[in-house]
Nanobody, 119 residues
């Protein structure tokens, strides 16, 4: 199983970006999907998460600005980010809990994509 992220880049404050993550390989079902981020010198933190049923959870710092969505048919999860702030600058990682068969669920991470917000 492989997770491939896209959509990062450089944007000015108050701008928008959309991150996408596609899972491929031997996938039976994808359960929780999410996005984490890690800024220089800081610990990795949860940004947003979405369950297989569509329930979402957001970090307080991004509520009202970021929207997570998923396409179960395409095994993708997106993160739409608006009103970006310099403090959103970080490497963003896709995180999926994937069942490779009926019995086993494993956690997978993408390679990370850089988001830089200039003031």
């Amino acid at each position: 199983v492989q997770l491939v992220e896209s959509g990062g880049g450089l944007v000015r404050a108050r701008g928008s970006l959309k991150l996408s993550c596609a899972a491929s390989g031997s996938i039976f079902r994808i359960n929780d999907m999410g996005w984490y981020r890690q800024a220089p010198g800081k610990q990795r933190e949860l940004v947003a998460q979405i369950t297989s049923g569509g329930s979402t959870n957001y970090a307080d710092s991004v509520k009202g600005r970021f929207t997570i969505s998923r396409d179960n048919g395409k095994n993708t999860v997106d993160l739409q980010m608006i009103s970006l702030k310099p403090e959103d600058t970080a490497v963003y990682y896709c995180n999926d809990f994937i069942q490779v068969n009926r019995k086993y669920e494993l956690e997978y991470w993408g390679q990370g994509t850089q988001v830089t917000v200039s003031s």
